[in-house]
């Protein structure tokens, strides 16, 4: 029931971009995504719901594919304060939430 | 400005002695959730309220309860804890289409 990150980590310098992927073997009604930083709760950044929209954050945005039962978070131009710890949240009905293992995102000057 | 808030910040306790965790929240919703997140690990929800509509997920163990009194206020007592119970538990709420969390009370069981 627990979808499924990868990379389990990942490390970028400054300006460099990376992908996120979460994927579930469930039938999904919304993908959410969660940055946490060390010692601090989660905090959303954004959600995609059946449809396969791509939204956008500043230079954050993500996809989903609801045949696949997938999603990818993309990160363009990384900035030192994209580090922390991503998870995808997969919500299969209500508003029940369930986390992946997350990946940890390392940005290096 | 809504928020969620969870007292302490920080809890230690001993191994067997009972300890309860505190949330409130101004948003006002009638949703509320309990969350365990163990070190490097995902945060795993324990419970959650629509109203006052209880909801234990399958896995929880029993040493865990949970207290609404009104739609402000939630509790989370851990009957007698363990070493294992050591873990961030997080509080939250829905905002809109977000889980909106608390801060978070780190307890350490010694």
């Known amino acids: 029931q627990q979808p499924v990150q990868s990379p389990q980590a990942v490390i970028l310098r400054e300006g460099e971009d990376a992908v996120i992927n979460c994927s579930s073997s469930?039938?999904?009604?919304?993908v959410h995504w969660y940055r946490q930083k060390h010692g601090e709760a989660p905090v959303f950044l954004m959600i995609?719901?059946?449809?396969?929209e791509q939204k956008g954050h500043d230079k954050i945005s993500a996809s989903f594919n609801e045949k696949k039962q997938q999603s990818s978070l993309y990160l363009t131009a990384s900035q030192l304060s994209y580090s922390g710890t991503y998870f995808c949240g997969t919500e299969l009905y209500g508003n029940k939430l369930v986390f992946g293992a997350g990946t940890i995102l390392r940005v290096k000057s | 400005d809504a928020m969620v808030i969870q007292n302490p910040r920080y809890q230690v306790t001993q191994f067997g002695k009972p300890v309860t965790l505190s949330c409130s929240q101004t948003?006002?919703?009638?949703?509320m959730y309990w969350y365990q997140q163990k070190s490097s690990q995902a945060p795993k929800l324990l419970f959650h309220?629509?109203?006052?509509?209880?909801?234990n997920e399958a896995d929880t163990p029993d040493n865990f309860q949970s207290r609404r009194p009104n739609t402000s206020f939630c509790f989370l007592d851990i009957r007698s804890p363990g070493l294992g119970d050591a873990a961030m538990y997080l509080c939250?709420?829905?905002?809109?289409?977000?889980?909106?969390f608390g801060s978070g009370t780190q307890l350490s069981v010694l």
């Open positions: 995609l719901l059946k449809g396969g």
């Open positions: 469930k039938a999904l009604y919304s």
């Open positions: 939250a709420t829905t905002r809109g289409a977000e889980l909106f």
């Open positions: 948003l006002n919703h009638n949703v």
């Open positions: 309220y629509y109203d006052k509509d209880f909801n």
